[in-house]
């Protein structure tokens, strides 16, 4: 069994910053990349970051703003979230191509998700 749980997200002011993290957990053999999607009402779920050894890649609009990494000892992610928005409100969910013990391959995992309300 694999899971990913986020943690981190909430209320913040326009200009503020908020930490996210995801943790996996279970019987893993190994994660490649990993990532940060979000979703609002009525929206498309959209690609935030992802990373994947030392390549990062970001959306667009958040670019300068939001920083990826990982702890790979702990088979976690973080999304760093500076400088925050009122467009930013959403809710963010974290992606892992994880390769389970016992499986020769890689399967997509997603997290529960976690609130981001930014406020004008």
């Known amino acids: 069994q694999v899971q990913l749980v986020e943690s981190g997200g909430g209320l913040v002011q326009a200009g503020g910053s908020l930490r996210l993290s995801c943790v996996a957990s279970?019987?893993?053999?190994?994660?490649?990349?990993m990532g940060w999607y979000r979703q609002a009402p009525g929206k498309q779920r959209d690609l935030v970051a992802v990373?994947?050894?030392?390549?990062?890649r970001y959306a667009d609009s958040v670019k300068g703003r939001f920083t990826i990494s990982r702890d790979n000892a702990k088979n976690t992610v973080y999304l760093q979230m500076n400088s925050l928005k009122p467009e930013d409100t959403s809710v963010y969910y974290c992606?892992?191509?994880?390769?389970?013990?016992?499986?020769?391959?890689?399967?997509?995992?997603w997290g529960q998700g976690t609130q981001v309300t930014v406020s004008s």
């Open positions: 992606n892992a191509d994880v390769r389970p013990a016992g499986d020769r391959s890689y399967h997509a995992y």
């Open positions: 279970g019987s893993i053999f190994s994660i490649n990349l």
């Open positions: 990373i994947s050894g030392a390549t990062t």
